[in-house]
């Protein structure tokens, strides 16, 4: 019987402490945050650099077809 009161006052104190922010815990949510800030960035340069490659390409081909008719 002794175990289990040991066990549900250990339980108790997690519970308790589970709710206060830790140093630990605000650096890893800043960390996430930077990563998905820099993730999002890398994906609009991305989009942006798709984007400019398919006009290009379909200035390419519009040129070929034209070149092709004539």
Avoid: C, H, W, Y
């Amino acid at each position: 019987m002794e175990t289990m009161t040991m066990t549900a006052d250990k339980t108790a104190e997690i519970i308790e402490n589970a709710g206060v922010p830790t140093a630990a815990t605000d650096q890893f949510r800043a960390v996430a945050e930077k990563g998905v800030e820099q993730s999002k960035e890398a994906l609009s340069k991305l989009a942006t650099g798709a984007e400019a490659t398919q006009k290009a390409l379909e200035s390419s081909f519009e040129t070929a077809r034209t070149a092709g008719n004539e």
